[in-house]
Each structure stands twice: as C-alpha cells, then as structure tokens.
C-alpha cells in the first residue's frame, strides 16, 4: 500500500548522537519513512532504538545531520516552529507517560495542547469538538466508562490505551511508539498494537514503533528496519523478510542488508 | 559458588564509622568553643523554680485579654502563609531543573532564594518594623517573606521528584513549557503542596509570636508586656493559650494531611 514516489513523511538524514559522556548513541542514521507506512524498528536493547525515535521528535538533540518530519526540518526547529512540528508526531511510551493523579479526560485532552493557547487550556475551556473529540477516541479504545476515573485506579493496559486516546486526538501525522507493549501482557500487548494498526489502516497515520518481540513485528509491520550497536543493518519490506533475517539482527550474522 | 568479595570500604563500613567519627569530633570541638557551663544550671536553678512556682498560678482574669491579639497572630500567619505561597509556586517552577533545563537560569535564581532564606525572621521583623512602624503590618510582611523562602526550597525539591515522563509526553503533543506544568507538574505535586503550605502555617503561628517581641504584633507583644512587668502569672495564660492554639492548628493539618494521601 505504499508508494515510493511519494515524498517521505520521516526523512533521517546522516543522523549520529554521541551522548555528554562521550558513548555513542547511533551512527550516521539514514532512514525515510514515507506516508502509511508501519515501520518496526527491532535490535537488542542498546541498540539506540530509543535514542533514534526520541531524536524523530527531538526529545534528543542529535549530535549530526538532521531529521525532516514532512520536509521540515525538526532538528533546527525553535519555538513556535518546533511545537508544530512535534504536534505532527504523537507519542505512545513505554511507560504510559500519563499524569496519573488526573482523570482519564483531562489526559487525553492534553492529546490537544498543542492547538491551545496556555490560558485556555489551563482553565479547562476546550472546544466542544474537542471533547466530542476525546469521548470519540475513548470509546475506540473502549474506555469511554472510565472517562471520568482517576487513571492510576486503571490496569496498566488500560493506562496504554488511555495514552492511544491521548495520540488519537493530537491527529498527528505520524504516531511513535517505543516499546509500546513491553510492559504488558501478551493479550493486552496485541489490543495497543491493533489500536496501531488501526491508526495506520483506517486513518492514514505513518506508524514507527520499537518492539522487542519478533512474532508482533512480523505481523504488524508493513516494513522491517534493524538495528545493531547504533547503526542500521537491516530494512526491508515485509514480505521480503525471512525468520533468520531476524535471528541475525539480534545474534550478529550476517546480513543481506546494508551496514556490515 | 563465587561470591564477589566486598571491597574493604563495604567490609569495615568506612562511611559509617568515619561519619560517626566526624560527628563525634565536631560535639567536642564545638563543646570546647562555646564553654558550655552545665554548673551555672544547676546552681541558678532555684531562679527557674521561682520563675515556675509564680506561673504555677495563672492570672485567668487577664485570659479575655490574649483572646484578641491571638487572633491577630493567626490572621497574620494566614495571611502571611498564603502570600508567600502565591509567590512561591511561580518561583518554585523556575528554580526546578526538571521544569527548566537551563541551568544558568536555575543556578542565578536558587542563588536570590538562597539569600532570602538566610536572612533571619528577626532581622526581617525588626526590619519591617522600621520600614511599615510597630503592629501587624510589619509582621505580615515579615512571615510572607519568611513564607516564601522556606516554601520555595520544599516546592522545587518536591518538583524536583515527581516522574518526568508526563512532562516529556506534554512536549510531544507540541504544548508549550506552561501547558506543561499545568498539566503534568502541578497535579502531580499538587497533594505535597497542600501539607507544605499547612506546615508553613503551623510554623508561622509559632514564629508570629517571637515576631511581636519586636514590635510585629500579635500574641507576641502581649507576651512581651508581661515578661517585662514580672507578671509570670499572665505569661502563663499566654503560653497556654498559644499551646492550645498550635495544637489545634496541628490536629487539623495533620487530619488534612492524612486525608489527602
């Protein structure tokens, strides 16, 4: 369902990141991404996979090169211009990332700071359709009973899908997602990416997620990029993708990819 | 099985002994400096059991009279308290590294907070006396500022620990830095507030009655009188009636407290 004439909507261009302490985080990244893509980024833990996705919406200053988020240039983004960009690229955490303290409304309406003067948003005057917004992402996930509840009175999936709600109604461009799953149970770990996946197919968004497990990057991911000791060594299409593909990633044979 | 050895810092616990020594040392160097006379206590004791007998014996008539300048030393600490919160929690903000990431920003204003609180609640009382003149408006403006300092420091250091991930997520949605503290920072330290606010109180209730020994108003003043006519009978109603007083203001923030966990 892709195509390659179209422009990329992530394009990553010579990216290295050395940290303060001087280890070096990845090394001259290249990678485009383009519109309605699922791109599984997988590797072992260390592998820089977070550190590449944090620099995708600059959590991370990168050391070199840049990152285009739709021809963009986010790297050297400031202010206003930045926040744009990043309202573009929803994020779905590892560990949830929600105020836990607050009802499940108020966090998925964060989903919508983005298009909100500070004033505004502190005293909770959001649009109407913007509520309708919130209440219609809810019951997506199927939470829309809990919308009401303190989020730390939720399980842990519910939390995630609480998050997905939170990235549904920044209606981004791209939503990423680092390690989504992988404090989850393999159940609730298949409702988040199918809550993905839906995004992808149904709404159009580009999706790049970090998971650690085989089996759910074959089935969701429409294309395969590895990584090793901050470099890509792997990037192929779905269908191209063989089983010993992904044991060489993690183990360090040999390729059939580009790098070593 | 191997297990690892412990290196012989961990084996003779060097940390614990060696601050325990340092501690030591310091009790006795600082005994030394200061010549602390434990005889001059036992020998002027007799004083301090005249001073009790005549307290032992509380002039109740004068207990109408404490009602109201008691009142003015929790007015002064209530209104005391909640200015220098409102003027903390913006400074608290600035001065948590989580929040700011700029440390030059963090450094210089910890710095102007750091002189605030040195400067003590007695200079400053007798400062505003001269400034605002003798009553409750010196002290007001005394236990505001005295607020602020010690409020700030809790609130930044309370900042300072909460989860950073909600903050990072505020980021990623595109809100700007003030979005981000509304809604990730406040709520999550929002309950830790509350209890440093009503521990502020407690203490400023406290303080208020040293302040009105310099003219601030308050209890304090009352106390003063008395102490300076010899009327140890009616220091003693005072000094109850500020017991009772602490007290209650104790019991209620601690069942507020409680509640808010």
Known sequence: MTNPELKPVIDVQHVSKVYDNGTSGLTDIN???????????VGLSGAGKSTLMRSLNRLHQVTEGRVLIDGQSITEAKGRNLRQLRREVAMIFQNFNLVKQSTVLRNVLAGRLGYYPTWRSSLGLFKDTDKQRAFKALERVNLLDKVYQRVDQLSGGQQQRVAVARAFVQDPKIVLADEPTASLDPKTAHLIMNDLKSMNQDLGKTVVANLHSVALAKEYATRIVGLRAGRIVYDEAIRDVTDTDLTDIYNGGSLTGDGQ | ???????IAQRFHVRLVGSLLILIGLLIVSNKFLRLDFNALIQNFDQFLALLKDMMHPDWK??????QPMMETIQMALIGTTVGTLLAIPAAVIAARNVITNKWITGAVRIVFNIVRTLPDLLLAALFVAIAGIGPYAGVLTLTIFSFGMITKLFYECIETIDNGPLEAILTTGGKRSAMVVFAVLPQVYSRFVSYILYTFEINVRASTVLGYLGAGGIGQQLQTSLSEFRYDQTAVIILAILVVVLAIDGVSNFARERLQ
Request: hydrophobic share 50%.
């Open chain 1, 31 to 41: 990678l485009q991404v383009r519109p309605g893509e699922f791109v599984v980024i």
């Open chain 2, 1 to 7: 099985m191997r297990i690892p050895k412990r290196t």
């Open chain 2, 62 to 67: 004068s207990a109408p009279f404490v009602v």
